[in-house]
């Protein structure tokens, strides 16, 4: 497939808009959005199209008259030699890329004619480097034939799950606030505009994703909302702005194992709160628990507690072993260690600190001889509290939820019906004995251990019936 660079007209402006395509092996589909790119609103000269076709030589007879569904486009279609990902072929788009703002858009992105003339007005009225995060719906069979034969789509009247719906919302559209705060999310590389000069900033998509389908955008538009300022929320959502996803087929199990796989290399390399839960629910069930576990933090310093000093005081000495995970504040009062690690919020993350809630975290299972968690786990809803504990059985031979008289926005102490009935609830799957130290208005700890083995601490009265949680503060 030859490169397409057709001539400018002498003095015709450059574009104001460069829409880059990646492409591989789905031709069909590729076509249609091509042609729905001729049907612009925004006038042929004022765009420039990339199609970035990756993989090599197989496949290539199906894109031999690919070109000609863009004409009249000033349309360059490049092949790459080797198969580099859609990073790869994304990054190629973006260095023949000529305009001062980007357009993403996938090969089975259906553009309405307005799509590109709302991205151009977007920047165009923007004072400082914005990103535009446009509507994919999904196109049902149905509506395939007005496709095929070029007409307009009519949306469906229901925003079905098949037909009509933005999948990345439960409704189909996105509805309350949570998500705003973390709209990188959402920001899939169907349908996204950001300025050249911040993609350039950033360094462009993380190639190291390889061929592998799935999280190269996201990843890549978290580092743009990194490089533009959370606090600005210097994203936007257009539900005009509209593509529809054409269908085509995919090997859902490969997609799913390969999502799987780029998911690690995501938690590798960013080892905080932002990525933990995405992936595992939807992305508006993400932004939600990610906005509270954000606000849990912030209370969690403004409060000065979790303060890890006197459960170490405590329990330190006592451990199994000294591969301990503290979680918790103030990990500068006390010397830890050099073996353990710690999710201290107070301190900026790096080294062999994590700003984690501990649900998935980048650490070896049966590498801990422990993990302590000191009031953060009152924070944790029941159903992410019971996944803590699962993965934490699985880093250490013991698990601490030591507890504190502090008050805390999730609520007062647990009292001592309230410990006893989590005691009792997390027998079927640990050994669970109750401890509290013997000296007045110290902290108390719930002791797990997921095999038998003899509970006893020193230094420590230990109960499975009731506590008696401190009742003045605990020393910090």
Known sequence: MPDTVPQRRAGAPAPSLSVVIPTFRDAPSLELTLRSLTRQTLPAERFEVIVVRD???????????????????????????????????????IRHATADTILFLDSD????????????????????????????????????????????????????????????????????????????????????????????????????FGARWGWEDLEFFYRVDRELGPQKRAFRYDAEALVYHLPHYRNMYQNIQEYTGNREVILAKYRNIDWEFVGLVDPIHSAEILARYRDSIADCLSRQACRIAPAWRWLGDRLSGVRTLWIGTGTGDVDLGDDALTFDYGVPAGGRNYHLVGIEPPIEPGSLDAVVSVD?????????????????????????????????????????????????????????????????????????????????????????????????????
């Open 55 to 93: 993989g090599g030589p197989e496949g290539a007879e199906d894109y031999a008259g690919v070109a000609d569904h863009g004409k009249g486009l000033n349309l360059r279609i490049i092949d790459l030699p080797d198969r580099r990902g859609r990073s790869g072929a994304r990054n190629e788009g």
């Open 109 to 208: 992105s259906y553009a309405c004619s307005g799509l590109l003339e709302r991205h151009v007005a977007f920047h165009a009225a923007s004072t400082t480097s914005r990103v535009l995060i446009g509507r994919r719906n999904e196109l049902g069979r149905r509506h395939l034939d007005a496709v095929l034969g070029g007409g307009p789509v009519t949306p469906s009247a229901e925003l079905r799950a098949d037909d009509g719906g933005d999948l990345r919302f439960t409704n189909g559209m996105p509805i309350g606030d949570e998500w705003l705060g973390a709209m990188w999310m959402f920001a899939y590389g169907h349908n996204v505009s950001v300025p050249r000069e911040t993609v350039t900033a950033v360094g462009g998509f993380d190639e190291s």
């Open 376 to 476: 953060f786990w009152r924070y944790l809803y029941w159903q992410e509290l019971c996944t803590f504990l699962t993965t934490s059985a699985r880093l250490g031979a013991e698990i601490y939820l030591v507890g504190t008289d502090t008050e805390l926005s999730a609520g007062p102490p647990p009292g001592p019906e309230e410990v006893r009935y989590l005691a009792r609830a997390l027998r079927h799957s640990f050994t669970v004995t109750v401890l509290r130290t013997e000296q007045p208005n110290g902290p108390w700890a719930l002791h797990l251990r997921h095999h038998s083995a003899d509970d006893s601490v020193p230094g420590t009265t230990s109960t499975d019936v009731e506590p008696a949680p401190p009742t003045a503060d605990a020393p910090r």
